[in-house]
């Protein structure tokens, strides 16, 4: 069993959010730490993990909105990646990030503007080894639109709705580590949904090398 961490809470969204979505693969090959809290973040801690999933906007905890990425956080995320480990970026993971240049080039994107939320299409794209056992699905969501910085991307997921078309999911190395992005999952059925919990499933043994 994989011991996984995870970075979460935020003032648009709950811990309780990616603590309800995760907990069907816990147990099984995965067991999750938790991080609400920016001050419990530490380099050395997130060191002890093969693979840390960061679905937390720039922000200190739900209760406090001020950003807590610091150019020592984001140096530190990249140096994670570097020497070997896993990142997988869920939904708020890639929010608030935008002038963090380090973490922004390290994920190979980021979170721009949503419109309402409506009902999301999401669509592996079948030749991605990540897209196996995973289906296209429809939930009402965020409609992440996203900023793309890294034109090597591997495209994993493209999402569209009644206000167009934007990549949802995509995979890229740093050094010896892996980075999977995956921008769904602003509620709690989104996350639940079969096919993306597959799709999660997948990120996971991926970014650990499994």
């Not at 990425?69 to 070997?84: H, L, N, S």
């Not at 591997?154 to 740093?174: D, V, Y």
Request: hydrophobic share 40%; aromatic share 8%; proline share 7%.
């Amino acid at each position: 069993m994989q011991r996984m961490l995870v970075i979460c809470d935020d003032k648009h969204h709950p811990a309780a959010t990616p603590r309800a979505g995760l907990a069907p693969l816990s147990g099984q090959q995965y067991a999750f730490d938790w991080i609400e809290k920016a001050e419990d973040w530490s380099a050395a801690r997130m060191a002890a993990y093969p693979v840390v999933i960061l679905t937390k906007a720039n922000n200190v905890s739900a209760s406090d909105a001020t950003p807590w990425m610091r150019p020592e956080i984001e140096t530190a995320f990249a140096d994670y990646v570097r020497k070997g480990g896993g990142l997988l970026v869920i939904h708020s993971g890639t929010a608030g990030y935008d002038e963090a240049a380090t973490l922004r080039a390290l994920i190979g994107g980021v979170f721009v503007r949503h419109p309402k939320q409506c009902p999301v299409t999401v669509t592996p794209h079948r030749d991605h080894p990540l897209a196996r056992g995973g289906a296209v699905f429809t939930q009402h969501d965020e409609h992440y639109f996203m900023a793309m910085d890294d034109a090597h991307i591997e495209l994993l997921l493209t999402s569209s709705s009644e206000h167009g078309e934007q990549p949802a999911g995509w995979t890229r190395t740093e050094g010896d580590g892996r980075v999977c992005v995956l921008t769904p999952g602003h509620n709690l059925p989104v996350w639940l949904e079969p096919g993306y919990q597959t799709l999660i499933d997948n990120a996971l043994q991926w970014c650990g090398k499994q």
